[in-house]
């Protein structure tokens, strides 16, 4: 090609000008111009070779291009011409391009119009959640305004507080002080010589830094300066539970004191009580104690022999001095806040109405639905210690009142509304009656006090014990695919892209985020494949009538069924229905743990009448049907695992009940231990649910 | 002389492919031979010549091909296919018949050689 070029070095500058312009409107192929504009230029060589002088070649060429025409034209025939030339597998991938780039071009205009649809509310399901929950009762008789002012007086606790509670409640917090408390116990003498040795370096701190180190352990977070350059410039913190035991492992080896490995920064511990401005004033003043390492390790020993020493192990042992000393400033701050609780809870229903502010862009089932009962759930914790500083304080009676107290506010929110509230209410109940248990097994109660409290637990369901209702679930669900749909248009409607993330907060995106931006392509294209609204709907109204009839089943009679506790709702095609997948409740598990608040309270109630036998008959009977027979117990508990009695077995001096739990075989009354840890409600692999006796310890 | 653009349109293929039938050419020297055999009546613009030349390769009645010429200079030089052969023989007959036609009208005085 290069020589093809050469030969036209000589033309006159008119019909260069004139090929290369017409080889830019020819718009084809760099190669095919390439070979065109040889040709050309050849011809205009040929045309010329016979002038003899400069300007007659000026004045040929110039004739020349006159003679090629409009150039326009030409450049138009030319590359007709060529693309005709061009073989057909060429053809067929230029075509393909073609067809590809219309296509793409027609998908952005049809993904534009499907990201802008709107949906249409038509129907309002939040009234009608309403007219289903709302009874035809006088609303004196309604307990939410007085769960609502407790809700308001409710004085949360401190970090400190939250701890010593968590000692006992959660297996972790609980696995280390157990820990912490046996390391104390086996170090006790060389810890005492250490104290002897260190306690002047607390003893010279001023009372003020005293007492902002103090406030540090309030919140569980101890503080050690970061020296460089010879000077502290930084502070971070450690755990008080890792600061003990790294003073702990100093003291037992012997060693000098070191920096503990850090935790984190002070931002890390900056609750806003938390005395970091003090701290870091003492850095710019350069007022950090001397021996500061000593000083807080003295206060960070006595806390945690103060908090782990006298710890028992019996997790329903009575409180501490300890605990008490800090928890029951705790309850009697919210002295107020319980009077409206108990005082709710004796209310024959609770009606809250759900509301939905149409101001507010932000409409999540989590908005709607669930913004009180976090605060509920802390009332309930806050009376459960209120509970068990009654029990120990020697007010019994207080005690099973506060218990009943607790089941009964239970009550307000099962069999109706969303299943989050159902199982919140689940758990309520199951607190009260597990509280119920430990005081049966830890006092001795009279023939009239458990008859007089077997009757007030039974009067508080005195149906059946209720199950999970999921009808307003489907109201919830109805209204979400409402809006997040579009109502007409091919198909039915669609799912709109920015809509249904709005409405359901899955993804939880921040509208001004730029991950929205990001997850936009995501979402429409998943849009795109997600099935029409009025296949969805017919779906979701498919499954929630399925579910309806299956959460009436026990647990067994599902497995003897071969439904799994993993609905059935999970194998059908994801990619077209995982709205569904992603909003509808485990109905199966979430109807599980309601038949486990049945059989606990119908377990509590058999417990109350073996006890009374025991009192009236001096042992226990051989059977439960002796219970139903002497007019103590109406029917012998179902265990929904079985579908058979609960498992009754006498013992010395004492009688074992439990259920065979979710693995449906009877381990003779074991619980499942799963990595050292107690699963007391059974795992799918092993244990039972043992009512009685009750658990009295963490298992090592 | 200047005729009629559909008319000579029409017989401008059939030109080409009677010259190349003679032997291969470039186009210059096609445009050239056009004008001496047509006695100079026949002219095709350099505008028309190389779209034709490229449409006829399309159809595959001649085929282009780079050789160096006499001078020593590139030139891509055009022949006669076989089915440009066959083309040639069906419009010539065409021809024949038009002219044997146009001759009854016009009392002999057109025909073709």
Known sequence: MSDRKSDSKNLPACAVEYVRRLLKKMRYRRKVRDDVEAELKAHFEDELKDCKSDKERQQRARYLVADFGDMKLLAILLRRAKKRCRPLWRTVIARTFQAIGVLILCFIVYAVWFSFGEPTIRVDYIRLLNQMNQPQLLDQDNAWPHYEKAIKLFVPQSPLVEKVISYRHHSGDREDAMRLKKMLLDNESQIQLWFEKNQKYWDNLTHEQQTVLLKCLEYNWVPFPIIAYQSPNDWRTTTLVRMTEHIIRCIKEDTELTTPTSSGTLSLSSAPEYPSDELKRWIENNTIPPNHLQAVSVAVLNEAIKRFKNLPEDISAPLTEIECEYIRPWIEQNEAAWQQYAAGSAKSYCYRPYTFDPNVQDYSIMNILMPHLAPLRRLVMMSVWHARINRDQGQLKQSIEDCLTIVRSARHWQNKGSIIEQLVSQGISNLGHEEILNILSDRKLSTAELLKLQEQLSQIYPGDYPLMNLEGERLVFMDVIQRSFTDGGPGGGHLIPGMWDEYTGYLALDSDDRDKRIFMPFLTAASMVHARRDATIAKANEIYDLQSKTTKMTPYERHVSNIKAVDEYESMHSYRFFMIQILMPATGRASELAYRGKIHHEATLTILALLRWRQENNQYPAALDELVAAGLLKEPPVDPYSDKPLVYKKTNGDFTLYSVGPNFKDDTGEIAIKHNRPYKWGTDEDGDIVFWPVAKSMPR | ?113
Do not use: C, H
């Not at chain 2, 029409?10 to 190349?20: K, M, N, Q, S, W």
């Not at chain 2, 210059?28 to 350099?46: C, D, F, H, P, V």
């Not at chain 2, 028309?48 to 780079?66: D, F, I, R, S």
């Open chain 2, 1 to 113: 002389m200047k005729f009629e653009s559909q008319l000579l349109k029409g017989v401008a293929p059939v030109v080409v492919l009677e010259i190349l039938s003679g032997g291969q050419m470039y186009g210059y020297e096609l445009s050239q031979a056009i004008e001496q055999r047509s006695g100079e009546i026949l002219t095709l613009g350099k505008g028309t010549l190389y779209p034709l030349l490229y449409n006829l390769e399309a159809k595959k009645l001649v085929q282009g091909k780079w050789e160096t010429a006499g001078s020593g200079r590139k030139r891509r030089y055009y022949s006669i296919t076989g089915s440009g052969k066959d083309e040639l023989a069906k419009q010539k007959a065409q021809l024949k018949e038009l002219t044997t036609g146009l001759n009854l009208v016009f009392g002999g005085a057109i025909a073709l050689a």
